[in-house]
């Protein structure tokens, strides 16, 4: 008996990508000096747009699981309402789908 594998939902949960600390250890001039204290870093950006484009490749080009264009009725992205956070869930779906 040929046993077929069906996906019937994803769930990818990850925490947000690289951040400006909150504090300053290094006597520099700190993050919060510029406003910057605990928001995602260019590079933090970066890591989840290409965790997006990983999950593309997976689920999109290789099996077909999702719609290569995005569609609300496949497609659920939440957050905490934490600027970092959103900024990282935006970037990993514009991985998905651009």
Do not use: C, W
């Amino acid at each position: 008996m040929i046993k077929h594998e069906q996906l019937l939902y994803i769930y990818d949960i990850v925490s947000h990508g690289s951040t400006y600390p909150k504090t300053n250890i290094s006597g520099a001039s700190s993050p919060s000096e510029k406003g910057l204290n605990g928001l995602i870093t260019p590079f933090g950006i970066r890591q989840m747009y290409l965790r997006g484009r990983e999950m593309r490749n997976r689920f999109i080009e290789n099996r077909q699981f999702l719609s290569p264009v995005y569609n609300p009725n496949e497609v659920n992205g939440l957050s905490i309402d934490e600027q970092s956070s959103v900024e990282s869930a935006q970037a990993h779906l514009a991985g998905l789908f651009y």
